[in-house]
C-alpha cells in the first residue's frame, strides 16, 4: 500500500513554461516532505523540503506547496530549464514510523527546448 | 570531496552467489542507509546505521547483511542472490546519528549500483 504517490509517471513540458509535479499522501501524520532529482545513474540529490507547520516554501526557481487537508504537495519549477528534466522523488517523514521516511514511485519531468 | 560513492556500478550476479556492495562517505557523517529501487515502487530501506557500530533493519531486510565497517564505510552482503534482488541499489549518509529518527536530516546518495540477478 503506497502512502506516498506520485501519479504522474512523466510530464513535458516547455522550456520557460511551469512544470508542476504532485504528490498525495495517506498518512495525516507525515510532518516534513521532501522533493529530490535524480539525473540518470546518479543518486538523487536534495532539492527542497517544507514542514507541516508551513504551506509555502521557496527556493529560487523551485516552490513547494502543502495542503494538509488535502494531504497533497505540489513542486513547481519557473520557468522550467531543460536542465530540469529528471526523475523528481517526493518522501514524507512519518515521526512515529519505524523507517521514517517514504518515497515515492517518481515522475519523469523532460522540458522541451 | 566525493560525497557517497559505491563499488561496483554494474554487477551480475547468478542465482545463489555471493557479493558485497560496498559503500563510502567522506562527509564525516554519521548515519548511513541502504535502499533499493525497484520498477513502480519508491526507494525502500534495506538496512540503516544509526551511528558507528550499529545497525538495523529497514523495511526489506531479508536477504540482506550489512556491516559498519567504519565512519566512513557501509556495506551491503548479498549471501544467496535470488532474481528477486535484481534492483538498483543506493547508498546514502545523512549527517546526524540517529538514523531516520534524527528529524529533519537530509541524505545524501551515491550513484547506485545495477544488480542482476539471473
Known amino acids: 500500500d503506497q502512502q506516498v504517490k506520485q501519479n504522474s509517471p512523466s510530464l513535458s513540458v516547455q522550456e520557460g513554461r511551469i512544470s508542476i509535479l504532485n504528490c498525495d499522501y495517506t498518512?495525516?501524520?507525515?510532518?516534513?516532505f521532501l522533493w529530490y532529482k535524480k539525473y540518470p545513474a546518479e543518486g538523487p540529490t536534495f532539492l527542497i523540503s517544507i514542514s507541516s507547520i508551513k504551506d509555502k516554501n521557496e527556493d529560487g526557481r523551485f516552490t513547494v506547496f502543502l495542503n494538509k487537508s488535502a494531504k497533497h504537495l505540489s513542486l513547481h519549477i519557473v520557468p522550467s530549464q531543460p536542465g530540469d528534466s529528471a526523475v523528481y522523488f517526493c518522501a514524507a517523514k512519518n515521526p512515529s514510523g519505524t523507517y521514517k521516511y517514504i518515497f515515492g514511485t517518481g515522475t519523469r519531468l523532460k522540458v522541451l527546448a | 570531496n566525493a560525497g557517497v560513492t559505491q563499488t561496483p556500478k554494474f554487477q551480475v550476479l547468478k542465482t545463489g552467489q555471493s557479493m558485497t556492495l560496498q559503500c563510502a562517505q567522506d562527509?564525516?557523517?554519521?548515519?548511513m542507509y541502504w535502499y533499493r529501487q525497484d520498477p513502480g515502487m519508491g526507494l525502500r530501506l534495506i538496512y540503516y546505521?544509526?551511528?558507528?557500530?550499529?545497525?538495523d533493519k529497514g523495511e526489506v531486510p531479508n536477504g540482506y547483511n550489512v556491516s559498519r565497517l567504519n565512519k566512513r564505510e557501509f556495506s551491503l552482503r548479498l549471501e544467496s542472490a535470488a532474481p528477486s534482488q535484481t534492483s538498483v541499489y543506493f547508498c546514502?549518509?545523512?549527517?546526524?546519528?540517529?538514523?531516520?529518527?534524527?528529524?529533519?536530516?537530509?541524505?545524501?546518495f551515491g550513484p547506485g549500483t545495477r544488480l542482476t540477478v539471473l
Open positions: 546514502a549518509s545523512s549527517k546526524l546519528a540517529g538514523g531516520p529518527i534524527a528529524s529533519t536530516d537530509t541524505q545524501y
Open positions: 562527509m564525516n557523517h554519521n548515519s
Open positions: 498518512n495525516s501524520m507525515f510532518d516534513y
Open positions: 546505521s544509526a551511528s558507528e557500530g550499529t545497525t
